[in-house]
C-alpha cells in the first residue's frame, strides 16, 4: 500500500512540474515586444496595465490617466521628449510620443489609445533603433 501511494505522489509530482515547465516554455506574454517596461528600471510601467503578446491593457478608459503619468514621470527619470501627439476629444482617442535617453539606444516610442470595443486601454512600448 505504500509503495502505490508513493508512485502516486512521485507521478502527480512529475506531471506538475512538466506542466510548469511546459508553461515556461510556451509563455509568448511579451513575444511581439521590442522592449518590455518590466525589465528596465527607468521605463516606468502605469499601475493596472497588464502585458498581452504584443502590448499592456487595462480594464476601462484610463488613457488620460497613462498620458499623464508618462508626460510626468519620463522626465523625472532622464527622459527628453522628442515628438508627443495627443487627441482626446477625437473619435478614437490617443496618444503617440516619442523619448531619448542618455546611455538608451535610439528613441522610445509610447503609444496609447482606448478600444471602445473590448473596454480597454492599450498601450505599446517600441524601441527604435
Do not use: C
Not at 527622459?79 to 523619448?99: A, C, H, L, V
Amino acid at each position: 500500500m505504500k509503495k502505490i501511494v508513493l508512485l502516486l505522489a512521485i507521478t502527480i509530482i512529475v506531471i506538475f512540474a512538466g506542466s510548469l515547465v511546459y508553461i515556461q516554455l510556451t509563455d509568448e506574454t511579451y513575444k511581439g515586444m521590442s522592449i518590455i517596461p518590466e525589465q528596465h528600471e527607468d521605463i516606468p510601467l502605469f499601475k493596472g496595465l497588464e502585458p498581452t503578446r504584443v502590448n499592456y491593457v487595462s480594464n476601462g478608459d484610463h488613457l488620460n490617466e497613462v498620458y499623464e503619468y508618462y508626460v510626468n514621470k519620463l522626465p523625472e527619470l532622464g527622459w527628453k521628449s522628442e515628438y508627443i501627439k495627443s487627441e482626446f476629444d477625437d473619435e478614437n482617442p490617443g496618444f503617440y510620443s516619442r523619448w531619448t535617453k542618455q546611455g538608451f539606444e535610439g528613441e522610445l516610442t509610447i503609444l496609447g489609445s482606448y478600444n471602445t470595443f473590448e473596454k480597454q486601454t492599450e498601450v505599446s512600448f517600441d524601441q527604435q533603433k
